[in-house]
C-alpha cells in the first residue's frame, strides 16, 4: 500500500512513462549484459550537431552570455524564428507572435498546461507521438483519439474529424511528418480538414511541425496556417532544432500562433523554467542562421536509408511496410507474425511481445504500434548509419523466418 507521503498528482498517478524511453531503458540494461543489442527505438538523428552551431554555443560562453534570459527567449533568436516562419512557411509573423521554449514537447505542454480544463477534449489521430494523449491527461483533459488506419494513409479525414469535434473539443494535435508513420498531409487534405474546423471556431490546432525537413522524394511540405490563414489565429505552429540540426540534447524548440495563447505560455513558462538555456538558444540562433546546407543533406541520406529500410522489411515474410513519405520511420504491420511461437518458446500475441521477443532473441530494439495507438504494428526508426540497418534487418528476417 502507497504511504500518505507518496500520495501523487492524481493526473501523473494515472499516466504511463513514454514507451520508447521505457524501450531505451530495456536497451541498456540488455547490454549491461554484454549483449550487442542494435537500436532502432530512438527518435533522433545519429548525426552530430554541425560544427558552426557547437561553434557559436562555445563562443556563447565565452562571451558571457550566461545569464537568465528573457523568459520567451532572446529577442535575436525570436527574429530569427519569425524569419524562419516567414521564409519557409508564408506565415507572415513578427518576432513579438514567437516564444522559444525548452524543446519543442515543452512547447506542447506549454500550450496545453496553458489552456485545459477538467472536461476538455483533445482529438488526437492515431497513429500518434506517444506524448500527446498522455500530455492532454497531465492537464486533466481528455484525449480522443482517431483511429487513422493504413486505408486512409495513416492520416486524419475530414469526415473523422467531423465526427471527433464535440462541443468539449479544445484542441486537434496534428503531426506531418509523422512520428511514427511517416506520413505527410498533402496541401488538400490539410484544406480539407481546414474546411471543417472553419466550422467549428472554438477549436485551438496545434501543428506539430518538428520532422519539417524530412519529406522525401522532391514532396513540399505545408502546415496547416499557410493552407488556411483564416484559422492562424487559433493555431499553434511549433517546430525546433532538434530533428533539423541534430540538436536533440540542446533543447530548443519555438511555436507561434495568437498573442493571447503566447502570453499565457510565457506566463506559465516564467513560473517554471524561466525560458531555456542561454547557450543553447545561441546555438540555435546559429543554427537557424548559418548555412543550411545540413538539412539537404541529412535528408538525402535518411531518404536512401528509407529506401533501402522499406525494401529490406517488406520483403522479410511476416511484415509487411508501405513507403513512408517523411521522417525517419518505418510502420510495419506484423499481423502475419501474431499467432507464431519464438524458438525461446515465447507466443506472439501482441506487437508488443514481437518487440519484446526481438529485443530478447534478435538483439534488436524497436518499439510496437500499439504504445503509439495503432497495432498490431512496429516502429522501426532508421536513423542509423547503413551497416547497422542493414544487420538489424538480417536479424529480424532470421527471427521472422525462425518462427513456428
Ligand atoms: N513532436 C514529435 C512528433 C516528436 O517525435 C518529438 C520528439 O521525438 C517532439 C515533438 C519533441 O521534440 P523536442 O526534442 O524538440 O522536444
Known sequence: MTSEIQRLNVHLASAQPSA?????????????????????????????????VCEAAIGAIRAGHTRYTQVAGLR????????????????????????????????????????????????????????YPEMAQLCGATPVVVPCGADVGFKLTPDALSKAISPRTRWL????????????????ELAGL????????????????????????????????QVEPRL?????????????????GWRIGFGTGPAWLLEAMEKLQGQQTSGASSISQHAALAALQ????????????????????????????????????GAFYAFASCEDLLGKTTPAGTLLRTDEDVAL??????????????AFGLGPYIRFAYALDNDSLRQACEAIREFCLSLK
Open 20 to 52: 520508447t524511453y521505457r524501450m531505451m531503458d530495456r536497451v541498456a540494461a540488455k547490454r549491461a549484459t554484454g549483449a550487442k543489442v542494435i537500436s532502432l527505438s530512438a527518435g533522433e538523428p545519429d548525426f552530430d550537431t554541425p560544427p558552426h
Open 76 to 131: 535575436a533568436l525570436r527574429e530569427a524564428v519569425a524569419e524562419k516562419f516567414n521564409r519557409e512557411n508564408g506565415l507572415d509573423v513578427r518576432w513579438q507572435d514567437t516564444i522559444v521554449c525548452s524543446g519543442g514537447k515543452q512547447v506542447i505542454y506549454n500550450a496545453l498546461a496553458a489552456t485545459l480544463n477538467g472536461g476538455d477534449e483533445v482529438i488526437v489521430p492515431a497513429p500518434y507521438w506517444v506524448s
Open 173 to 188: 494535435i496534428l503531426n506531418s511528418p509523422s512520428n511514427p508513420t511517416g506520413a505527410v498531409y498533402q496541401r488538400d
Open 194 to 225: 481546414a474546411e471543417v474546423l472553419l466550422a467549428h471556431p472554438n477549436v485551438l490546432v496545434l501543428s506539430d511541425d518538428i520532422y519539417e525537413h524530412l519529406t522525401f522524394d522532391g514532396a513540399e511540405f505545408f502546415t496547416l496556417a
Open 232 to 248: 492562424k489565429d487559433r493555431t499553434l505552429t511549433m517546430n525546433g532544432v532538434s530533428k533539423a540540426y541534430a540538436m536533440t
Open 290 to 325: 548559418g548555412p543550411q546546407d545540413f538539412i539537404r543533406e541529412s535528408k538525402e541520406v535518411f531518404q536512401a536509408r528509407r529506401n533501402m529500410m522499406v525494401e529490406l522489411l517488406d520483403s522479410t515474410p511476416g511484415l509487411s511496410c508501405t513507403m513512408p513519405g
Open 357 to 370: 521477443a526481438l529485443l530478447e532473441e534478435a538483439n534488436v530494439a524497436v518499439v510496437h504500434g500499439s
